[in-house]
């Protein structure tokens, strides 16, 4: 069985005319003068991808390939690729368990994570946040606002264990209506956020909060979260300048996710009501929040629901006897922390 | 002549569906698919793609850019990543060194990227076969690179009228470089008949920077309040709006223009065993390429890629040629050495596309 073609040996552009016999191991391809230019093993022959006329190469010598305009009965002899069956529905199927295993996996490995970490290496890394923060933003300091601000914190915390207290609360000079729990046990309030509290109920409700992120150890666990997601981005990505990137930013931005928020909530009630405040200045400074609408402050912005994280602490309070967080005149003094009092020695 | 030297005949289908294959592929596989995805997409453009009626080849693998990636990861990647870190480290704990250091990774690995551009086209060139002889690219990726660092220093200090100049430089020493099987291309490319152009280009930018310059400080001027984050998300949105609008009304034209004219002199002082060439793509036909595979790119956030691909190269075809059928009796393979591994560093940083 002889075909025609045209052969090209991967030495010159040029194209010799050749015979193809087919024979039972592969094909020999033979010249005009019936000199034996190359013996093609079949196993070895493979079509170049989807062109119109048959093209083939031998995997043996990758630069030669055979041109067959009229190939006859060689079409049938040739080896066949197929689609393999279920291909759609296996790539689905696999794309969308695997879009499945890392939104709900990535969680439960970062929360675990996060608790395999010694507090020690916590607060170093802590440590170091607090250093960056300290320059690049203003931290309160008027001395009768701290003041307030410390013996809240100390009322909130006596009733938890060492460890699980924080060991810095600040307040920085922002407007921004938020407040974020650093690892390494270190609080920051916004000034933004006393401006728009009405009581120190409130505060001590979102400060309560936040102690709450700190004890059960939820800023890490989302700081290694973002560290899974940007090296997740980063693989898929290839970008790795994006990782070294998002070193900086990672504790400000991991976001905790819904179950770290009710469980936040629940045991901040229990950090107000072993402290005697009224858990009901938190569910009204999330009422509030509602009302505002759009300008949701970022530590909530990943939950919408508001409303029925609000119901939920009313009905976790109980109707035992509580006094206010603060008097007025030291509510008065932290609201005014990021008030310079007037010094005459001031140099700055 | 009639026969058309150059000519693209892909159909959509295939292309779409290859793209969402690999799109899907891709998620299974955590992304690293992508260097096996990016091959079959080559194999599929280059068959499709005739010269002198006869189809390219592609003959990469993605197994070699999986390696080569994986060693860029490992020789440059991961100093890199160290020292900006230690870098931020040094720089929380108030030592200046810090930011030295960090200069240092930043000038290494922009240093790093002309050469890994030049190794891909390397890469590329060697994989890329015609009636089975591989094209080719020698000279050297360090000189390029130093060409490139030169490129972009003399760009700040004559404040961008060197770019013409040092972009055909660029482009003289690739193509001066580049040959297929043991024959060399020729390009004398020179600028300064792109210099009328080129001055369109940067005086169209002075609105930009106007629209940039008011838009950023006129609020701030205006004592406008920017309390809240929404406020803030809200004006940086509005600048990069302006400026948009801005780039796409003043400079879109001239910056199209400029380019067709580019291209149009590259090719036509660039010569393959003494055959010239031409190339003869409009402003307005530029301009719809790029937007529209940007507009594709985007919209599909990068899964169709492949087809924004398709585009590029059937346009290519459809306005270059090529004066006449090379002699393929002089034509013969290289005795040069190719590389084993495809692209690392550029494929790391993934700022190709499928060329």
């Known amino acids: 069985m002889d075909i025609a073609g045209l052969y090209r040996d991967g030495r010159t552009a040029r194209d010799h005319q050749v015979v193809v016999r087919l024979l039972g191991h592969g094909l020999d391809i033979v010249d005009d003068d019936g000199r034996l230019l190359a013996q093609w093993p079949r196993s070895q022959i493979r079509r170049v991808a989807r062109t119109k006329e048959i093209r083939l190469t031998c995997s043996s010598y990758p630069m030669t390939s055979l041109l067959l305009p009229q190939p006859g009965p060689l079409a049938e002899w040739l080896p066949r690729k197929r689609t393999p069956k279920g291909l759609w529905i296996g790539l689905v199927a696999g794309a969308a368990s695997m879009v499945a295993l890392l939104a709900w996996g990535l969680p439960l490995a970062s929360t675990a994570i996060a608790h395999l970490v010694p507090v020690e290496v916590e607060r170093q890394l802590g440590q170091v946040l607090m250093a960056q923060i300290d320059e690049g933003q203003a931290i309160c300091s008027n001395p009768y606002g701290v003041d307030s601000l410390n013996r809240l914190e100390q009322r909130l915390a006596a009733a938890l264990p060492a460890q699980q207290r924080p060991i810095r609360v600040a307040v920085v000079n922002n407007p921004m209506v938020n407040a974020v729990a650093l690892p390494g046990n270190t609080i920051l309030l916004f000034s933004g956020l006393l401006d728009q509290a009405e009581s120190a109920d409130e505060i001590a409700g979102v400060l309560a909060h936040e102690m709450a992120h700190v004890a059960q150890r939820h800023p890490l666990a989302a700081a290694i979260r973002s560290i899974g997601v940007a090296s997740l981005a980063t693989m898929m990505t290839g970008d790795l300048s994006a990782l070294a990137a998002s070193l900086g930013g990672m504790a400000l931005a991991g976001h905790y996710s819904r179950a770290d928020e009710s469980a936040a909530d629940e045991m901040a009630v229990n950090i107000l009501n072993n402290a005697g405040i009224s858990p009901l200045g938190l569910a009204a400074f999330f009422e509030r929040l509602d009302q505002r609408g759009d300008e949701l402050p970022e530590f909530l912005s990943s939950h919408p629901e508001l409303a029925s994280r609000r119901h939920r602490i009313v009905s976790l309070a109980p109707a035992g006897p509580t006094s206010p967080a603060l008097i007025w005149p030291e509510f008065k003094l932290l609201k005014n922390i990021c008030v310079q009092p007037a010094r005459k020695d001031s140099t700055r | 002549m009639t026969e058309r030297a150059f000519t693209h005949d892909s159909q959509l289908g295939p292309v779409l569906r290859l ?106 060139m060697t994989r890329t076969v015609w009636r089975g002889l591989r094209a080719g690219q020698d000279g050297s990726a360090l000189t390029y690179a130093l060409l490139t660092l030169g490129h972009v220093v003399l760009l700040g200090l004559t404040l961008g009228w060197s770019g013409p100049w040092m972009s055909v430089k660029l482009d003289r020493y690739l193509m001066n470089n580049t040959r297929f099987g043991d024959t060399g291309f020729d390009c004398e490319a020179p600028s300064a008949g792109l210099y009328k152009r080129y001055a369109l280009v940067w005086f169209s930018f002075i609105p930009v920077f106007l629209v940039l310059a008011v838009s950023t400080i006129g609020p701030l001027a205006l004592n406008m309040q920017l309390d809240s984050q929404a406020d803030q998300i809200r004006y940086v949105a509005t600048i990069y709006a302006l400026i948009i609008a801005s780039v796409l009304l003043f400079t879109a034209l001239p910056l199209a223009a400029y380019h067709a004219a580019y291209w149009r002199n590259l090719a036509s002082h660039t010569r393959f065993d003494g055959i010239g060439f031409t190339f003869d793509m409009g402003t307005w036909r530029l301009i719809r390429l790029f937007l529209g595979n940007m507009l594709i790119t985007v919209l599909s956030l990068g899964i169709l890629r492949p087809v924004a691909s398709q585009r590029t190269l059937r346009a290519a075809c459809d306005h270059l040629s090529m004066d006449r059928q090379p002699d393929l009796e002089r034509l013969f393979a290289s005795q040069q050495a190719i590389p084993r591994t495809g692209e690392g560093l550029v494929a790391a940083l993934d700022s190709v596309g499928e060329f």
């Open chain 2, 19 to 124: 793209s969402v294959v690999n799109f899907l592929l891709n998620i299974v596989t955590l992304s690293l698919w992508r260097f096996w995805g990016k091959t079959r997409v080559r194999a599929l453009l280059w068959g499709q793609t005739r010269i002198w009626s006869e189809p390219l080849e592609y003959v990469g693998r993605g197994g070699e850019l999986f390696i080569g990636f994986l060693i860029a990861l490992l020789v440059v990647f991961t100093p890199y990543m160290v020292a900006v870190v230690v870098g931020q480290l040094l720089v929380a704990g108030g030592q200046p060194l810090g930011v030295a250091l960090i200069a240092v990774a930043q000038i290494a690995i922009f240093f790093l990227i002309g050469i890994g551009l030049y190794r891909a086209r390397r890469y590329l």
